[in-house]
Structures are given as structure tokens and as C-alpha cells.
């Protein structure tokens, strides 16, 4: 919005030549007693002169006027009258000056126009008066008070006796006098500039008055030339007053006029003046014709002045039933409802609206406190907040705001916000005020959007919002123990891609249902997301890892949804409350314990302590360092031997994967396969150690042709329809007969998919490769499954060597492999022989080979070579 222009003074030439013509009556005043018609006196005849010059100085000056809005052309027009004003007083003393025949109708000619353009340049300046009707009742108010008086002096004084012009000049001025005092006392705005304007004009109506009495009387003149300096004055503060420079934007008062408020100034007059009527009717007994016209007048504008009243009062009565009705309809069909309260809180008044609102018949509420209307456990907080409004110094501050339930008509309890205003000091309400708003919808959304806020939408759960916040809540408690549960679910985006998320999504329904079915009224159970659910639990360690097994086996049982059957896996971190130093922290070490749970495999519930981060770290290195381990040259393979039992000679090896970590030292296979497996490099691996193994083999001399190399093979290798290709190509690179491989499954693996197992090994069979079931009797694989794979050889898991004895026999279960191998024609090899007990343990049972540390530790090729060359000599 582009800035106003500023304001500017500008120079009104008609307005100027006006004001310079207002001094004109003083100097002919002092001319007539220069020129002998009044005996001057040469100091007043100097004094008025000054004057004269002083007032022509100061006219001059508020000949300038600053138009920047409406209000100073009207401050314009007002001064353009009194300057016309000024012209009429110079005109009127000229022509007392030259006293021609009929001198006393001119006299009163001139105080009449005098008068009138007085009287309309006071109307007009600016706050004097805002609309036309209000100038003219001003100007009735006025008239009637100078009417009224002049009526009551001619009758109780001598004035009928005095000339008709003389009488006609001192009612003339009277009644201009009458109402600019009206005036003057009326103005909003301007103050004192109006007081010095209007207070100019009287001065001059009664000077010029007493100059043509004076005149006409034919009395003294000596007194003219000070009558002169009066006038002279009193143009001075009309012209001054009138200028009005610096005005506001605003000029006119917005507020409606009272116009009752004129009363006792005019029926007080108006009583004087019958009064005096009265008394001249029983004094004299009878009105002349001059008295009965001031009666008449008297009357006719006291009359005029009622029909103005009553022209006021009308229109005041139809605005007042215009917003009457606007408030009613307003009132009506407000949302709100509102009260008139006294000071004990009493309803006196209620809206319409209370039935339509609230159902509130008004012979139910009003007549009552506010306070039976409230819900007594919030009565305390409303009266506080009614007592607070009350007490306060400004009776007209902030209205207070009361958040209550309020019983509506049908005994409902309906949730409320109130407004109570103080109104005291208002007198036409005198109460407070108290708007009532039905917010249960509002609250009721703020509810829902509150609960969805730490709701999570498809299983009902805590979200992590809420978990949070109960964390910290649970953390607070003084001496408060607890632990927290992050649950990792497996298999869960396995059956998004095969199955649908629609079935995945229910999957997660059921998962919820059983976690919480497990839980106590105290545990909060949360999911984080995606496939991570949480639970927190105010137990301790025993009691939290005894629920984190219960929710592992829960989660595990397979899910019957229409049409089909899944399998889910999961893995659980805890981490107590206490352990971390802010609700974040205890979240992340739980995640720890849940990672390191995962890597360890799957269904295991694991806690989190220091050395859990340390190997997560350790883990990561690790991850990020494998895929370059053989570019580098990290990786090495060693060798352990296979050993007949009988005569311990070595028939094999078993090629074991080494990683030399410049860092971290030598990492073993149990380690680093899971990580291999992590991040799709364990084909890889498989490929380069069963490259080098045949490498070393080859070039070994001693051995002999029955001398066989053992090398491990992750499922996915060998799941491979390419595998049994390399296989053969490696074989063929390096010159060794295929009958001296043998590649080893673990038994872990079988249960996976035995059929593809099957066709995978008997592929290696065509060959002439042999396999091996590494580590029989660590897993669940069925006995019955040895029918069916194609292995010729089983490595017993060192768990079944340990089994102790009783009373020096065999254990049970190393009899029955055995046995059943033999049947099958399997070549037994017991793994993890470290005592000479053990390997006495295993040749008992029947065992043919043995490999283990009580044997021959793992070494590397070239020891491996001497080793063989010792032995087999």
C-alpha cells in the first residue's frame, strides 16, 4: 500500500482577503474618534491601533489552511462564515459611522447578519457538530434559550420602553449568543479552539450590540474607541479559534449525541420565562403586542424543538428494534449459549438457544447458580476461575475461560468451554456474561486423533510414539525395575513377495494377538514397525528372559490362514531400564541385543551388555572387510588330518578356511561362514578354498592315490546347477580323480529341502565325487533320511562322542549310528576327539576314522606335506 502524500500547507486567497476585512470595524472605530466624532484619548486611540495591527498579523497567519481530508474543508467553510461575519461587523460600524436616516434598522440588520454567519461558522468547524440534524437541533436549543430569556427581560425589565431597533439588536444578539454558547458547550473535539472561537464570537455580537444602542441612544461616545478594541479581540480569537490547523484524521466524534441531555438546559429558561409571564399578567394584566410575538416565539420554538425530539426519538426507537431484532436473530441462532449471571452467580437470563442447544427449558436454569450446572468434579476449577475474574482490578480485562461438564435437559453430562466476561461496570448489563459452547465433538476428535496418534493402526498396538512415552514413564518410578523386549520377526518379507501383503498384514495380526496374550495387566506391548514388535515389562531379568522365551515359542508355531500354512522365526533383545542413561539409549541396546540375536541365529533371545556391542562392531568390520579378503591375500587354508583308528595312519584331510585379519587376527570358519552367508559371498568362498585344496593336493607327493581331500560346501553352492561343473572343472585343472573329493553337507542343512538335496548330491555321485554328512547328530534330521541321501560317508558331531558312559559301556546313541551305517555301507568319522578317552570312546562304538585335536591339530599346507611324509613313510 503505497504512503499517503504528505501534507501541505496551502494559501485560500478568498479566505485571506475575508479575514484581512475583520479588523476594518476596529480602525473605522478609531477613525470615527480620530476624526472628532468621539472624543479620543491618545493613549487609547495608540492601544487600539496595536490591536488592531495584532489581530490583522493573527489573521493573516490563519489564512493558511492544511487539506489533507474532508474535516478541514469543513474547518474551511467555517472559518469562510466567521469571515463573513467580520465583513458584516465592518459594513454594520461603517454604517454607524456615517448615521444616516433609519441608522437603527441598519444597526439590527447588520448584528442579525453578524449573527447568523457567526453562528453557521461556529456550527461548522470541525466537532462542533457531526450531521445536519444535529446543527439544527443545536441551533433550536440555542434559539429557545435566548428566546426564553430575552422573553422573561423584556417583561421584568424596563426594555419596552427602549426603540424597536434598539430592542430588535439586543434580542438579536442575545440569541446568537444563546446558541453558539450552546455550541461551544456541545463540542466533542477541539475544545479549545472552540471555547476561543465561540467565546470571540459572543464578545463581538455584544460589543457591536452596545456599539448600536450607543449609538441610538444618543449617549457618550467615549466609550466607542474600547468597544472598538473588543471587537477588534474578539475577531482576533474567532479567526484564531476557527483556523483549527493540525488536525487529526478523524475528525468527527463517532459516538451518537445524546439529545436528552438538553433538557435542563432549556427547561430551565422556558421556566423563567412563564414565570415571568405570570407575574406580569397579575402586575399589569394584559401583553402588548411586542411580548405576545416573544411569546409566541418562545412557544413556537420550544414546540419546533419537541417535534425535533420526537423526530429523534422515532428514529432512535427504529434502530433501537433494528438491533433488537438483529440481536435476537443473532442471539437465536448463535452455537452458544448465553447467560446473565449476578454477582452470587444466579442466572437471570439465558438465551434462546438453551433449548435447541442444551435442551434447557428456562424454568429449569434460571433462578439457579451456575454452579448446580456443573459437574461437581469440576465445580472447584469454574468457581476459582469465576473468583479469579471477580477479584480483579480491571473490571474489563480478559474474560476467563472455564473448561467444565455441563448437565444439558436430558440429564447428559456434555463436555463445555465457557467465556465468562465482566459486564459490572456496563450500566446497561450490570452481570456477568457467560458464553457456553458445546465442545464433546471437538473433544471427542481430540480423543480419537490423540489415541491414533500412539495407536498403530493395523494390530492395535503401542506405536513407538507410545512406547516411548511409557519408557520414560516407567523410568521415573522411584526404585522402578523393568526390561525391554525388541522383537525381530523373520520370514515376514518372504511371504509380502509370495503370498501378498494382505497376507502378511494378517500374519501381523496374529503375531500381535499372541504377544499380548502372553502379557500382564502391566506390560505394554508396542510394534515399532514393519516386522518389529516391542514389549515392556516391569519384571526383572529372570522373569523378562523366562516372557522373551514364551513369546519365541509362541511366534514360532505355524500360522493357518485360509488356504495356507506359514512359518515365522524371530529373534529377541533385551535390555534393562536401568542400564541406559535416557529412554533412547535403552531402545538401542535392546536393538543391539536383537542384532546380535540375529547373527547368532534364528529363535534365540539374547541380553545386552557391553562385549554385545563390541561384537556387533566386530561383526560390521567384518561384513565390510570380507568381500576383499581374497583380493588381498588374507585368506588361507589349513589342513586337519582324518585318521584311521585302527593303525593311525591318515587316510584325509579336511580343507579348513582361515582369514588372517591384519587387525583382528585369525577369524574361524564359525565365524566367518554366517558372515559369508550374510553378504552373498559363501559361493565364492567355497569355489576358492576348493580351488587351492586340489592345488595343495596335487602337489603333494606323499598320500598315495586312496588319499582324500574333505571340503564344506554351503546349501546354496551346492543347490547350484552349475555346481557340479566347477566341480569337475577344478578336478580336471588340477589333475586329481574325482573319487579322492568328498564334499561335505552339514546335517543342519538336509531338513531344508531334502529333494533338491538329493538330486544335487547324486549329480556329484555321476561324477564319482563323494559326500559326506558332516556334523550327523547336532541337528533334527531324521534317520530315515539317510536312506535316501546319496552320502558315503557320516562325520558323527563331537556332542555324541562326549556323551559319557555308564559303567564303561557304549552310549546308546553312538551304537545305533553305527550300526545303522555299517548297515548302509557308510564310513563312520567321529569329529572332536581331544582326549585319547575320546578316541578310545569312538573306536569301541566302531568307529572307523577320527579327526580331532588328540590326533592332529589343523596346520598349513607346507606342515601338512611333512606331516604326511612322516606318517605315511
Given at each position: ?476 518410578r522411584a526404585g522402578q525395575q523393568g526390561t525391554l523386549l525388541v522383537i525381530d520377526l523373520h520370514g515376514l518379507a518372504e511371504i509380502n513377495d509370495s503370498r501378498g501383503r494382505e497376507t502378511g498384514d494378517a500374519v501381523l495380526i496374529e503375531v500381535s494377538r499372541r504377544i499380548r496374550s502372553l ?95 563390541i561384537q556387533l562392531h566386530r561383526r560390521m568390520d567384518l561384513e565390510r572387510e570380507l568381500l576383499g579378503a581374497i583380493d588381498r591375500g588374507e585368506l588361507d587354508v589349513v589342513f586337519q588330518p582324518v585318521v584311521s583308528l585302527r593303525d593311525t595312519q591318515p587316510v584325509g584331510v579336511e580343507a ?218
Amino acid at each position: 500500500m503505497a504512503a499517503p502524500p504528505p501534507a501541505r500547507l496551502v494559501t485560500r486567497p478568498g479566505t485571506r482577503v475575508t479575514f484581512l476585512l475583520a479588523p476594518t470595524a476596529g480602525v473605522i472605530v478609531l477613525a470615527a474618534g480620530v476624526a472628532g466624532l468621539i472624543p479620543p484619548l491618545p493613549a487609547l486611540t495608540s492601544g487600539v491601533g496595536i490591536v488592531a495591527l495584532f489581530a490583522t498579523v493573527v489573521l493573516w497567519h490563519t489564512a493558511s489552511i492544511i487539506h489533507h481530508d474532508e474535516g478541514v474543508f469543513a474547518a474551511c467553510r467555517g472559518a469562510g462564515f466567521i469571515g463573513m461575519a467580520a465583513v458584516c461587523t465592518a459594513l454594520t460600524c461603517g454604517v454607524l459611522l456615517l448615521d444616516p436616516p433609519g441608522v437603527g434598522v441598519y444597526g439590527a440588520t447588520g448584528i442579525g447578519a453578524t449573527g447568523a454567519f457567526a453562528v453557521l461558522g461556529t456550527m461548522m468547524l470541525p466537532g462542533a457538530a457531526a450531521t445536519v440534524a444535529v446543527r439544527l437541533r443545536r441551533a433550536f436549543d440555542g434559539l429557545g434559550l435566548g428566546v426564553s430569556l430575552g422573553f422573561a427581560a423584556y417583561l421584568m425589565t424596563p426594555m419596552h420602553l427602549t426603540p424597536w431597533a434598539a430592542l430588535a439588536s439586543t434580542l438579536l444578539a442575545a440569541a446568537g449568543v444563546s446558541i453558539v454558547t450552546v455550541i461551544v458547550l456541545r463540542a466533542r473535539l477541539h475544545r479549545p479552539a472552540a471555547l476561543r472561537c465561540g467565546f470571540g464570537v459572543m464578545a463581538v455580537l455584544m460589543a457591536l450590540c452596545t456599539v448600536v444602542n450607543l449609538e441610538l441612544s444618543h449617549l457618550d461616545g467615549r466609550l466607542v474607541p474600547l468597544f472598538g478594541v473588543v471587537i477588534a479581540v474578539g475577531l482576533t480569537l474567532a479567526a484564531d479559534g476557527g483556523s483549527r490547523r493540525n488536525l487529526p484524521e478523524r475528525l468527527e466524534p463517532k459516538e451518537p449525541d445524546h439529545y436528552l441531555s438538553s433538557y435542563p438546559l432549556l427547561a430551565v429558561p422556558a421556566g423563567v420565562g412563564v414565570v415571568a409571564a405570570l407575574i406580569h399578567l397579575i402586575v399589569v394584566g394584559s401583553f402588548n403586542t411586542t411580548a405576545i410575538a416573544l411569546g409566541v416565539s418562545m412557544v413556537a420554538v420550544l414546540t419546533m424543538r419537541e417535534l425535533l425530539v420526537v423526530s429523534d426519538i422515532r428514529r432512535y426507537t427504529a434502530q433501537l428494534r433494528v438491533k433488537e431484532a438483529h440481536f435476537r436473530s443473532l442471539v437465536a441462532g448463535a452455537t452458544d449459549l448465553t447467560l446473565v449471571l449476578d454477582d452470587r452467580l444466579t442466572i437471570r437470563w439465558q438465551s434462546p438457544a438453551a433449548a435447541r442447544l442444551f435442551g434447557l427449558a428456562e424454568s429449569e436454569v434460571v433462578g439457579r447458580t451456575f454452579l448446580e450446572l456443573i459437574h461437581p468434579d469440576d465445580v472447584a476449577g469454574a468457581q476459582a476461575g469465576i473468583e479469579a475474574l471477580i477479584a480483579g482490578e480491571h473490571a474489563d480485562g480478559p474474560p476467563a475461560l472455564l473448561n467444565a461438564r455441563l448437565r444439558d435437559g436430558h440429564g447428559i453430562w456434555r463436555d463445555t468451554e465457557s467465556t465468562v466476561a465482566d459486564q459490572r461496570s456496563v450500566p446497561e448489563v450490570a452481570a456477568l456474561v457467560v458464553h457456553v459452547r458445546d465442545v464433546g465433538e471437538r473433544r471427542h476428535l481430540e480423543r480419537t486423533l490423540h489415541r491414533l496418534s500412539y495407536t498403530d493402526q493395523l494390530t492395535g498396538l503401542a506405536n513407538r510414539r507410545a512406547l516411548m512415552r511409557d519408557l520414560l514413564e516407567f523410568r521415573r518410578r522411584a526404585g522402578q525395575q523393568g526390561t525391554l523386549l525388541v522383537i525381530d520377526l523373520h520370514g515376514l518379507a518372504e511371504i509380502n513377495d509370495s503370498r501378498g501383503r494382505e497376507t502378511g498384514d494378517a500374519v501381523l495380526i496374529e503375531v500381535s494377538r499372541r504377544i499380548r496374550s502372553l502379557l500382564g495387566e502391566d506390560d505394554v506391548a508396542a510394534r515399532l514397525g514393519g516386522d518389529e514388535f516391542a514389549v515392556l515389562t516391569p519384571d526383572g531379568a529372570v522373569l523378562a528372559y523366562a516372557l522373551a522365551t514364551r513369546i519365541v515359542t509362541a511366534v514360532m508355531e505355524p500360522y493357518e490362514l485360509p488356504g495356507m500354512i506359514v512359518e515365522l522365526h524371530t529373534s529377541v533383545g533385551l535390555a534393562e531400564l536401568a542400564g541406559g542413561k535416557d529412554s533412547e539409549e535403552v531402545l538401542r541396546h535392546a536393538d543391539l541385543a536383537r542384532s546380535r540375536a540375529r547373527q547368532l541365529g534364528k529363535d534365540r533371545v539374547e541380553w545386552y551388555d557391553t562385549d554385545v556391542e563390541i561384537q556387533l562392531h566386530r561383526r560390521m568390520d567384518l561384513e565390510r572387510e570380507l568381500l576383499g579378503a581374497i583380493d588381498r591375500g588374507e585368506l588361507d587354508v589349513v589342513f586337519q588330518p582324518v585318521v584311521s583308528l585302527r593303525d593311525t595312519q591318515p587316510v584325509g584331510v579336511e580343507a579348513l578356511l582361515r582369514w588372517r585379519h591384519p587387525k583382528l587376527g585369525t577369524v574361524l570358519p564359525a565365524e566367518l561362514l554366517p558372515i559369508a552367508r550374510a553378504v552373498g559371498c559363501a559361493a565364492e568362498l567355497d569355489e576358492w578354498v576348493l580351488d587351492q585344496a586340489c592345488r595343495h593336493l596335487a602337489g603333494w607327493t606323499a598320500g598315495g592315490s586312496d588319499f582324500w581331500l574333505s571340503v564344506n560346501v554351503a546349501p546354496r553352492e551346492l543347490l547350484t546347477a552349475r555346481f557340479p561343473e566347477r566341480v569337475a572343472e577344478i578336478l580336471r585343472r588340477h589333475g586329481i580323480e574325482p573319487e579322492r573329493l568328498v564334499v561335505e553337507v552339514q546335517e543342519t542343512w538336509i531338513a531344508e529341502d531334502v529333494p533338491v538335496i538329493v538330486a544335487s548330491l547324486a549329480g556329484l555321485r555321476k561324477l564319482g565325487v563323494r559326500a559326506a554328512l558332516d556334523d550327523f547328530g547336532a541337528g533334527q534330521a531324521s534317520l530315515a533320511h539317510l536312506r535316501r541321501l546319496p552320502v558315503d560317508m557320516l562325520k558323527l558331531d563331537q556332542s555324541l562322542v562326549n556323551q559319557p558312559t555308564e559303567q564303561g559301556t557304549t552310549p546308546a546313541v553312538i551304537d545305533v549310528v553305527v550300526s545303522l551305517g555299517r548297515r548302509l555301507g557308510l564310513e563312520i568319522v567321529a569329529k572332536g576327539l581331544e582326549s585319547q578317552d575320546q578316541i578310545d570312546r569312538a573306536r569301541q562304538a566302531g568307529c572307523h576314522f577320527g579327526q580331532g585335536f588328540a590326533l592332529a591339530r589343523p596346520a598349513p599346507a607346507e606342515r601338512m606335506e611333512a606331516y604326511l611324509e612322516s606318517h605315511r613313510s
